[in-house]
């Protein structure tokens, strides 16, 4: 019977701790997981742990868990408070922006002092598209220790700025149909009908928007749609542009 209880206090605690935590997270601020800097990664470690340990042993109580788990965040949020007004304790917590190439030449003190071999270095310009450190303006290495580079102005791409050609304006795409299914609100956004849609089907040669996988239009006022085929019950798709 004590067995028992206990799973079904881990289960408990499964369904109430991990939401709880997401939600706390969600509270304290966005960041992309893969680039966090380093105290961000040091708060979602700990975090880790204090779950962790709190899910695996039924003994330990409810309510310290969320406590700690409180008292992380509150930490967090007063850590980045501070970040945020003094400059000098926004140093002290993170590594900052460090330069490992300067016109060309790899600073090999500074690469020293962040611990990247010429390796490291090689690969981040590579994922860069950046082949030739001759090319290279500026190399940082920032906080979350992602390389941000700057190619000096004869290797960079000509835009059409430069060329003082006009541009149109490009916004952002919108759906109009997601699997099947119709949403009501961009069309009634852009001031279109469901009419007006229905008759751009039947010009494409589709019968009803349960074929299509995805359409949306630009703002060009072009019409993407991408239709699904049942063929020997395997869902394909092709496009109309």
């Not at 509270?27 to 470690?45: N, Q, T």
């Not at 922006?97 to 690969?123: C, F, S």
């Not at 390389?147 to 430069?162: A, F, W």
């Amino acid at each position: 019977m004590s067995s028992l209880n206990e799973y079904l206090n881990i289960t408990l605690k499964v369904f109430t701790i991990l939401p709880f935590l997401l939600f706390t997270i969600l509270k304290s601020g966005r960041r992309k997981i893969a680039e966090l800097p380093v105290f961000d990664f040091l708060i979602i470690m700990v975090l880790g742990a204090i779950v962790g340990a709190d899910i695996s042993d039924p003994k330990l109580k409810y309510f310290p868990t969320a406590y700690a788990i409180i008292l992380v965040i509150l930490l967090y949020n007063v850590v980045v408070f501070f970040k945020l007004k003094y400059r000098k304790f926004s140093k002290m917590t993170t590594f900052g922006p460090t330069v490992v190439i300067q016109n060309g030449k790899i600073l090999h003190e500074n690469m020293k002092r962040i611990k990247y071999t010429t390796e490291n270095i090689m690969m981040f310009l590579r994922q860069k598209d950046v082949f030739d450190l001759s090319e290279v303006e500026f190399a940082i290495i920032e906080d979350n220790g992602n390389m941000s580079v700057l190619k000096k102005s004869q290797y960079m791409p000509v835009t059409p700025k430069d060329m003082n050609i006009p541009t149109k304006y490009k916004g952002v795409s919108i759906p109009l149909v997601i699997e099947g299914k119709i949403h009501d609100n961009n069309l009634k956004k852009l001031n279109l009908s469901r009419e007006w849609l229905y008759k751009e089907f039947k010009m494409s040669g589709i019968e009803t928007e349960k074929d299509i996988f995805y359409a949306e239009i630009n703002t060009d006022n072009h019409l993407y749609i991408s239709k699904r085929i049942e063929l020997d019950g395997i869902t394909t798709e092709f496009k109309i542009c």
